[in-house]
Structure formats: structure tokens, C-alpha cells
């Protein structure tokens, strides 16, 4: 039986199953090089599509994945938000990452922020995960800045085996939170997760 897909509320942020007017949006996003400037290249349509679709045959599996992000307060995509079990190998898989592309009109705003805390709430409370990992280039400080004020914690670097050797964006800053951490630190979010 396909479990029932997971939607999140924060205060600012609804964190929701994916719907067919989302795909349009999603893909400007991704096709924004200012959105993926630390990514290996913007996406096409098609490739955006295909990524989410790969999202969506995550939810059919597991009732969740990196969900659409709008805001209460406007209707409309501002980003994708939220978990995925890592479809390649590396010393620190098999795991599920945590991960943020948020629109740069909607960017500094706090919103991968709010989606984050809502992910790793649902991920440690009804989704029951151990662990959840994330991962990014150096020069992406705001993305590794926000991983710590999340409370994760630094745990080396990593080659991603999906880009090539000589590729200047294969060196990754690996990042991991237990379940017991986050349950030690104490957060308003947690009593609804």
C-alpha cells in the first residue's frame, strides 16, 4: 500500500505533495544561474522534469521527498525543500539528505530555514530516520552556514562520484545530524512534528 504523502505547516511556509502547475515554476528555477550557481549547470526543461520526477516516484515510495515550498500568505512555488534517501554510493551512504533550492526572489528571507526545520522534524519525528546528512561545495557558505545554525555538524569532505575528477565543484563539505541531537536540542517545532 503507497503511503499517504506528508504535507508540513510553519508559520510562514506550507510544505506540500508536488501538482502538475508546479512543473512550469520549478523549472524556471532551476534554470536560474543564480539559483544553481553552485550546481555543475542550470537545468533544462527536460531535465528538470526528469529530476522531479525522480521526486515524485520518492513520495510513491515513502510519502516523502523534497517537497514544494509556497508561501501562506501568496500562492505559487517558491522552491523545493525536504529529504531523499542519496541514489549513489559513498562512504557515509546509504543515507537520507536534507537539501534547499529556494527561488532568488525569495532568497535571505528565512524560508529555506522555516522548510529546513519543518524537514528534520518530520524526518526524526513521523518519518523515524536515524540520521540525516547534507552536502555542499565550499564556496556555498550560505548553504553550509545554514547546516550549522540547523545544528548539524561538519563531518569532513567527501569526492562526489557523480561529477568527474577534474570537475572544480567535486570536493563536498559532508554534514550530519543524529536523531539524538536534534532531540537534545530543544525547538518549539518538535511538539507538532
Known amino acids: 500500500m503507497m503511503p499517504a504523502p506528508l504535507t508540513l505547516e510553519g508559520p510562514r511556509l506550507r510544505l506540500r505533495p508536488w501538482r502538475a502547475e508546479d512543473r512550469a515554476p520549478l523549472a524556471a528555477i532551476n534554470a536560474d544561474p543564480a539559483v544553481m550557481r553552485h550546481f555543475p549547470a542550470a537545468m533544462s526543461r527536460a531535465e528538470s522534469d526528469s529530476w522531479l520526477d525522480r521526486i515524485e516516484a ?3 515510495e515513502h510519502g516523502w521527498g523534497f517537497w514544494a515550498v509556497e508561501r501562506k500568505s501568496a500562492p505559487g512555488l517558491i522552491g523545493a525543500v525536504g529529504l531523499l534517501s542519496i541514489p549513489w554510493q559513498a562512504d557515509f551512504t546509504p543515507a537520507v539528505e536534507i537539501g534547499w533550492r529556494i527561488a532568488i526572489a525569495h532568497q535571505r ?6 522548510a529546513a526545520r519543518l524537514s528534520l522534524a518530520a524526518g526524526f519525528g513521523r518519518i523515524g530516520l536515524g540520521e540525516i546528512v547534507a552536502f555542499t561545495v565550499p564556496g556555498n557558505a550560505p548553504s553550509w552556514l545554514l547546516m550549522a545554525k540547523l545544528g548539524m555538524r561538519p563531518a569532513g569532505t567527501f ?3 557523480r561529477l568527474p575528477e577534474d570537475h572544480p565543484l567535486r570536493l563536498h563539505l559532508l554534514y550530519r545530524m543524529s536523531r539524538q541531537t536534534w532531540m537534545s536540542s530543544a525547538r518549539p517545532e518538535r511538539a507538532t512534528a
Not at 528571507?109 to 522555516?114: F, I, L, P, V
Open 159 to 161: 569526492d562526489h562520484p
Open 109 to 114: 528571507q528565512g524560508y529555506a530555514e522555516e
Open 58 to 60: 520518492h513520495f510513491a
